[in-house]
T-cell receptor, first 113, second 115 residues
Framework: ETGVTQTPRHLVMGMTNKKSLKCEQH?????MYWYKQSAKKPLELMFV???????ENNSVPSRFSPECPNSSHLFLHLHTLQPEDSALYLC????????????FGQGTRLTVV | AQSVTQLGSHVSVSEGALVLLRCNYS??????LFWYVQYPNQGLQLLLK??????LVKGINGFEAEFKKSETSFHLTKPSAHMSDAAEYFC?????????????FGQGTELSVKP
């Protein structure tokens, strides 16, 4: 248990659906991240939030829309996804300090049909 | 450009044998370095980290890693593999003065342990 909780753990959605992934941490961290992990590919950093402000968007398609209402919660809103978006989506958090590790949630296994 | 490379996408060892997973980074300034482990359909769990203190770092589950500046390496070792060590291992770095200090991951190495 890392202190970072992701829900749901599994999600199957059609290409026309709208769904949201949720991430929550009560570790007092100020930075939160979304990563995408596809089969046979390296971890891809998608978004970074620091103190609720988005500080990085790695050219992620607009069908992925992040939201960070406060430092403890992070959402990833999904709409009109493609089958190639099927992957494990990992949320992580870290203190602002640069020499610390990130703490990861268990991930949401997303399947787009 | 700063980067991190894991040599070998798949390593197979026998139970009881030495585990060696390789990680090299590319940077003129030593970064902070981390090893994570991922079991199937799970998130990443920190094994150990190097943050400019002792160069030999001990982690959980009997793993350790040695930071070698001259070789720009941070290889992960365990003297005797257990079946439960079978998982994917990721080396990660934080480059202090570039790329916003973000955490960058290597490609991962899948470790198989044979009985």
């Amino acid at each position: 248990e890392t202190g970072v909780t992701q829900t749901p753990r599994h999600l199957v959605m059609g290409m026309t659906n709208k769904k949201s992934l949720k991430c929550e941490q009560h570790l007092g961290h100020n930075a939160m991240y979304w990563y995408k992990q596809s089969a046979k590919k390296p971890l891809e950093l998608m978004f970074v939030y620091n103190f609720k402000e988005q500080t990085e968007n790695n050219s992620v398609p607009s069908r992925f829309s992040p939201e960070c209402p406060n430092s403890s919660h992070l959402f990833l809103h999904l709409h009109t996804l493609q089958p190639e978006d099927s992957a494990l989506y990992l949320c992580a958090s870290s203190p602002k300090q640069k020499n610390t590790e990130a703490f990861f949630g268990q991930g949401t296994r997303l399947t787009v049909v | 450009a700063q980067s991190v490379t894991q040599l070998g996408s798949h390593v197979s060892v026998s139970e009881g044998a030495l585990v060696l997973l390789r990680c090299n980074y590319s940077s003129s300034v030593p970064p902070y370095l981390f090893w994570y482990v991922q079991y199937p359909n799970q998130g990443l769990q920190l094994l150990l980290k190097y943050t400019s203190a002792a160069t030999l770092v001990k982690g959980i589950n009997g793993f350790e890693a040695e930071f070698k500046k001259s070789e720009t390496s941070f290889h992960l070792t365990k003297p005797s593999a257990h079946m439960s060590d079978a998982a994917e291992y990721f080396c990660a770095v934080r480059f202090l003065y570039n790329q916003g200090g973000k955490l960058i991951f290597g490609q991962g190495t899948e470790l198989s342990v044979k009985p």
